[in-house]
């Protein structure tokens, strides 16, 4: 997984902060800085994940924002690739609102987008990853990865919990038999000093191959390294009976840091 994620987001291999990147454009591949939380406590392979998202300071540009739960998709336990579920702030959409549900192949397998069913959602810009999707913010969205119709393909959805509202993004052929890894992370395509903007992560779950479900009360801090082009004023911490994630703020917790809910 943690190569999948050095594809993905150009990772370095440290998360230390060494030199201060705290302005101006993330000079990372994709034009991205990122930041993650590893679960931790869950099993090596789950039957499904969820977690529950909520926009606590909305993006102030047009630039795109990403903030998405994560899992790999497992092979009797081997990886064979990955898929990330979560809302976007994509100015491509109706209200620069939107949903996305995508992956990759292991790097081992070619590393290409995973195929997918059409879905049942509008989209502007006719993206087969990217829906039309109008979250708020300060409402609360809970995130689900679970299996689909068939053995070898994943369901990717989306419930407002205030009014059950569910919706299905649409399903992946990932392969495999299980999820692996879960993670939740903000990808940032703005500025390292654009206005801020936090997550909150909560609920954090994960079932079991019996289909129990339980709740993960602690993660592990990741943030995209310097060399990687990654911005050095982001911050991870517990808050709010939750994990927060925050842009253009003093970093308090460093990479490597496990941060807990209290009990």
Do not use: K
Not at 18 to 43: E, I, K, M, T
Not at 57 to 77: H, I
Not at 86 to 91: A, E, F, T, V
Not at 218 to 235: F, K, L, R
Request: aromatic share 10%.
């Amino acid at each position: 997984m943690l190569a999948f994620l050095r594809w993905l987001f150009g990772l370095g291999g440290s998360s230390r902060v060494d030199r201060v990147r705290d302005r101006g454009r993330p000079p990372s591949p994709n034009g991205a800085s990122s930041f993650h939380l590893y679960w931790q406590g869950a099993p090596r392979v789950v039957a499904a994940v969820r977690v529950t998202v909520e926009v606590v300071a909305p993006p102030a540009t047009t630039d795109l924002y990403f903030f998405a739960l994560q899992a790999s998709f497992l092979d009797r336990g081997q990886e064979v690739g990955g898929g990330h579920v979560g809302i976007q702030w994509n100015r491509r959409h109706p209200g620069n609102t939107a949903v996305n549900w995508g992956g990759y192949r292991a790097q081992r397998l070619g590393g290409d987008e995973l195929p997918g069913t059409e879905s049942t959602l509008p989209s502007q810009p006719n993206d087969p990853n990217t829906r039309d999707y109008p979250w708020e913010a300060g409402r609360r969205y809970r995130l689900t990865i679970d299996a689909g119709a068939d053995v070898g393909w994943w369901r990717g959805s989306i419930e407002d919990v205030a009014s059950g509202a569910l919706a299905v993004i649409r399903e992946l052929e990932g392969g495999g038999d299980g999820l692996g890894t879960p993670i939740v992370w903000t990808e940032v395509f703005a500025a390292c000093d654009a206005p801020p903007v936090t997550i909150r992560w909560s609920e954090l779950e994960f079932a079991t191959v019996a289909g129990e479900w339980h709740r993960v009360t602690a993660v592990d801090t990741n943030y995209q390294d310097y060399n990687a082009g990654g911005c050095s004023n982001t911050d991870s911490a517990s808050s709010g009976g939750g994990f927060t994630q925050t842009t253009n703020v003093a970093r308090v917790n460093s990479g490597g840091v496990t941060l807990q809910l209290p009990s």
